[in-house]
């Protein structure tokens, strides 16, 4: 299985203000995901990153909101810009690692996110 | 599309009840299929997973089987412990995986 963390695990920011959320995975991989669940739902996919090219970006979801970085095979960082209390909610970071018995999605503790 | 639906949940049981998560598929091809659980506070870990039809996948006491006639992959436990208590969600393999709602698990003890 994959280990992935992230950083940080929990935070309370001010609304207009921006947090970057680091999620780092034990070893390389070609796609990592960023996910978002608000209190009580699914999960909702806000973009996919490979490492090299830009971001790609859900219906919904825009890259002036959400800027997204990927220096390398093992590291990636959200930005949640300019928030409000919507965006509270449990942000997670995934990564997808192949088998013998095919690709199984992995994902970190998520990073919990109140705006005020 | 490819889509995963799940039983609405809270499902609330009594400590050494049996448990079973209704979860069926719509998909193209031929899909590996997952349950992921939730524990409070905590992000999604892999439960089990199957890759093929009539595959059963277990882990914890935890079953479940790939029944590609009647595309399904229902959860189920013979009996359910105050710890089990988390959300619970099915999902299907991808380029972009699809997940289900989730099913929210209650155990008393």
């Known amino acids: 299985s994959a280990v992935i963390s992230q950083k940080p695990s929990r935070d309370i920011c001010q609304r207009g203000t921006s947090l970057t959320i680091q999620c780092q995975v034990d070893?390389?991989?070609?796609?990592m995901f960023w996910y978002r669940q608000q209190p009580g739902q699914s999960l909702t996919l806000i973009a996919t990153?490979?490492?090299?090219?830009?971001?790609?970006?859900e219906s919904g979801f825009v890259i002036d909101k959400f800027p997204i970085s990927r220096p390398n095979l093992t590291f990636s960082t959200l930005t949640v810009s300019n928030m409000s209390p919507e965006d509270s909610s449990i942000y997670l970071c995934?990564?997808?690692?192949?088998?013998?018995?095919?690709?199984?999605?992995?994902f970190g503790p998520g990073t919990r996110l109140l705006v005020l | 599309g490819d889509s995963v639906t799940q039983m609405e949940g809270p499902v609330t049981l009594s400590e050494e009840a049996f448990l079973t998560i209704n979860c069926t598929y719509t998909a193209t091809g031929y899909p590996s299929l997952f349950w992921y659980v939730q524990y409070p506070g905590e992000g999604l870990q892999l439960l089990l997973k199957a890759t093929k039809a009539d595959d059963k996948g277990s882990n914890k006491g935890f079953e479940a089987t790939y029944r590609k006639e009647t595309t399904s992959f229902h959860l189920e436990k013979g009996s359910v412990q105050v710890s089990d208590s988390a959300v619970y969600f099915c999902?299907?393999?991808?380029?972009?995986?699809?997940f289900g709602r989730g099913t929210s698990l209650i155990v008393h003890p």
């Open positions: 990153a490979n490492q090299g090219s830009e971001a790609t970006y």
């Open positions: 999902a299907l393999s991808g380029y972009i995986p699809t």
């Open positions: 995934s990564s997808r690692r192949g088998g013998p018995s095919g690709e199984t999605q992995y």
């Open positions: 070893s390389q991989v070609t796609m």
